[in-house]
Every structure is written in C-alpha cells, then in structure tokens.
C-alpha cells in the first residue's frame, strides 16, 4: 500500500485553545487571512423542559483541522497545471512555480485547505511541515498542542490504533475525497446531527 | 462573489455566444444558400462572420484576468488528463483556430465551398465540446450547486440564445451596412432583404422556444436546490434571499427580449414596409437577452457553495 502520513485529532481533549492555529501561522509566517490550520467552535443544544423545570442541554466542541492531504484530493484532480502534487509519503503539495492562481482547487476543497496569498498571486496550503518530517520532527501544530491532542503518522497505523472516524461536522462526506485524517470524536459530537447546530466562529475560520 | 469571478463571466458568456453564434451561422448558410444560391447567402454571411473572432479573443483575454499569475497562464493546458479546467483551455485554443482557418478561407473563398463546409462543421463539433468541457469544468462533486444536468443545460441554452440573438444583430448590420453602399438586392423584393426576413423570423422562433426551455428548468433547479443538501440550500438562499432582484430582474429581461420582442420580430419580419422596427427590435431584444444572460451568470457563480467547510 502506498504511504500516506496523516494527522490523528483527538477531540475528546481538545479545549480549542488554538495554539496549533498560531504556532502555524507563526512557523509559516503566513500573512493576514490565510491560516492553514484552524480550530472551528461548533455549538448546539437547547432549553429542554423536565418535569415542571426548564433546563439546557447545550454543548460546544472544537475541531481542529488543516488540509487533510487526502487520498484522493480533489485539488490534485482540478488543478489545470500540475501545481498541486501528491509527495512520495502523501503530503499534497503546491508548486509555486507552476501555480497560475485561478483558485480552482479553492472552489473545489471541501476543507477549505487551499488559501489564496493575494501578494503572491498564488494558490497556498499546509505542507504538512515537511522540512520538519524530512528531519524526523513532528510539525508545528503537533509540537505546540499542549493538550497533545494532535498527532501525525501512517494512516494505516493511526487507524489501527484509534479507529476509522474522519467525519464530525461540519466536515463533508469523506467519501468525495477519502480525507488522511483520523479522530476521536468529543462525547457531543454524536448530536451534531440534531437540529440548531452551527459553527459559532464563522469569521475566523 | 470575488471581483476577479467577472473576468469569468464575461470568457463564459463570450465563449458561449462565439460558439453559439457560429452554430447559428452554419445553419442559417444552410438555409438561405438552398433559398437564394450560394452567393447571396455568402454575402449575407460573411460579415456577420467577422463579428465572432474578436468576441472569443475578448472573453479568452478576459478569462487571463482571474488569474493571480496571468504571465504563467499558459500552463494551465498542463494538466489534459484530469483536469477539465486544462481540457476547456485545449478546446478553446482549437475552436479558435479551427474557426480562424474556416474564416480566412471563407473571405478569400479558398478551396472549394464543400472543403469550406467541412472545416466548419469540423469547428462546429469542437465549439459543441468547448461548451461541454466548460460545463463540465463546473459539475465537481464537491459543488452540489453546480453539479447537476442543469449547469450543462443553461450553457448550451444560453449558447444558442445569445447565438441567434447576436447573429440577427450582425445579419441586421451587414443589411443596413449593404444598404447604405446601395449594393443590390436591399430594396423591397430584393434577394438580401429576403433573406433578411426570413433568417430573423427563423431566430425569433428558435429564441422563443429557447426560452422556454429556460423557464422550464429554472423551476425545476430551484427545486433542487431546496431540498438536495444543507450546501445547495445555502445557495438558493443566496439567489432568492440576497440576489432576489437580480434573478427577478434577468428572467424579466430574457422574457422581454426573447419572447415579447422576438414575437414583434417575427410580425414585423413579415411586413416589408416596416422594416426599420423589424432592424431596430432585433438590436434591443440582443441588448436585453445579454444582460439578462450576464446576470443569471452572475448569478450562477454568486451561489457557489463547497460542500462542508469550504
């Protein structure tokens, strides 16, 4: 089988600090509007009366998510030039040279992975932090997790070890691109299924 | 929307109208060649052929604007083999060209008019391919909006729509034009101004029915769009709640253009004294029916949602 790294996420422990979402923005430098890694709220619940009391059953639940360097990526399918490109070891990569900036792959990603850097005129993604890898380090948001919610190895292994869930909403069917992420849902993900959910972070994300 | 997606609109609805606008010409050359001979329909129309190249050259110009590194452009043919962005650029470049070389030799009626005739139906069959490849560039997976029969319908609707509409224009230019140098076969009764009539009550009819076939899917897509997923709901959110005007406003024009004054073409395609109205309807049912069709492509890039976050 072909080597494909992937992220594990524990959600279960995450408290959606976002030191992951900073420690990638601070290692990437990236500028203003594009972050590669980000951390979604998700909130739901309601008043729910009991007996002749009123009370709640609300929830909150974080989800951390980068690109997910899919096995089967849509951006590598659309991309009109080559640009996006699939590593050896499954990291999606783009090359800057090749890349023309119609931010097809942006249309296309259904986790918003691909991020338009308006100064360069190009088309910019998580890396997976690949220089870091190439020297046997774990990348930025890994290392800066203090909760060690975040992890990253083999798909295979990781799914051995910690199960086959990578959909929790608001992420999409993975069946559209086969996402190389695994996770352990939070306790209230179940309900995001319910009704009244919604993202309550929808300006930083 | 971003701003740069109008540099999109505009290369779709130029490609479309060019490709529509040959297909058109084709077949009224058909029509008015076993009329009137060959000559006359030459003559008919090999001006309004003039008007299709800088059309395509605009929109294929303007398609270089929405990209962030226009200089590298031409990579974007790179990727043939998955890519239908890569497939719709190749079909571009070729209908350019076919259509090129079937022009050049139709104006200085090079070789003979059945090898003209095959180099154009040839083009003909890539500008067909062109708009299903463009269609086809939309229909992701990932864009439930956008993927769906409906995306490859209204291309080819709005293909032929602003085809027959932009072709009666140019064949009522190249008569007022013909007119004007008193060339033969203008006044009453004579060949061209024939033609004429009888080419634009032709169009009315077929923009009439194209219409319909409009009105018949825009039901039909909005239903779709309701009830498919939580991502096409947030797109007809955003066409009936945000754009409500806009969808209002482009189904009025397309109905104003196309039915009401390609109705008023055809009665006075029939009444030789009222040529004028019959020249003048034409040029204002093309001006409607072509900002209609810019905003309901407006429209269609407008409500592009990506399935889960994007």
Known sequence: MAKQLAFYYDQSVCTGCKACQVACKDDNDLSSGIIWRRVVEINGGDWIKQGATWGQNIFTYHLSLSCNHCEEGICLEVCPTGAMHKREDGVVLIDEDKCIGCRYCEWACPYEAPQYNDDKGKMSKCDFCYNYIDEGLPPACVAACPMRALDFGELSELQAKYGLVDNIYPMPDPSLTKPAIVITPHADAALAGAEGVSIGNVEEI | ?310
């Not at chain 2, 130029?14 to 009137?36: N, P, T, W």
């Not at chain 2, 291309?155 to 729509?161: D, E, G, Y």
């Not at chain 2, 080419?199 to 239903?223: D, E, H, K, N």
């Open chain 2, 1 to 310: 929307m971003d701003t740069r997606d109008w540099a999109l609109v505009i290369f779709t609805i130029c490609a479309q109208m060019a490709v529509g606008s040959f297909i058109i010409l084709g077949v009224v050359h058909f029509f008015v060649e076993r009329k009137s001979g060959l000559q006359e329909a030459d003559r008919m129309s090999d001006r309004a052929l003039l008007a299709i190249g800088p059309v395509l050259v605009l929109g294929t110009l303007a398609s270089f604007l929405h990209l962030g590194s226009p200089i590298n452009g031409w990579r974007a043919i790179s990727n043939i083999d998955s890519s239908w962005l890569s497939r719709e650029i190749l079909f571009n470049v070729l209908f350019m060209g076919a259509g090129a070389v079937f022009a050049v030799m139709q104006w200085r009626k090079l070789s003979t008019a059945t090898i003209r005739n095959a180099i154009a139906v040839v083009a003909a069959l890539i500008g067909v391919v062109l708009v299903v490849s463009m269609s086809q560039v939309y229909m992701i997976r990932t864009v439930p909006a956008w993927d769906t029969v409906a995306t490859v319908l209204s291309f080819f609707t709005t293909t032929f729509l602003l085809g027959a509409m932009a072709m009666g224009t140019a064949y009522a230019a190249n008569y007022t034009y013909m007119q004007r140098k008193s060339e033969p076969g203008c006044g009453p009764e004579g060949a061209q101004c024939d033609l004429l009539r009888y080419a634009l009550r032709g169009l009315a009819v077929a923009s009439i029915v194209l219409v319909g076939v409009t009105f018949v899917i825009m039901p039909l897509y909005m239903g779709y769009l309701s009830n498919d997923s939580a991502a096409t709901q947030q797109s007809a959110d955003i066409i009936v709640n945000d754009y409500g005007v806009v969808l209002g406003l482009r189904l009025a024009l397309v109905f104003l253009g196309a039915v009401l004054l390609g109705g008023f073409i055809y009665r006075t395609a029939s009444d030789p004294t009222r040529e004028r109205w019959m020249i003048n309807l034409a040029y204002t049912a093309f001006a409607l029916v072509l900002i209609s069709e810019v905003l309901g492509r407006f429209l269609f890039y407008a409500s592009q949602i990506t399935s889960g976050l994007g």
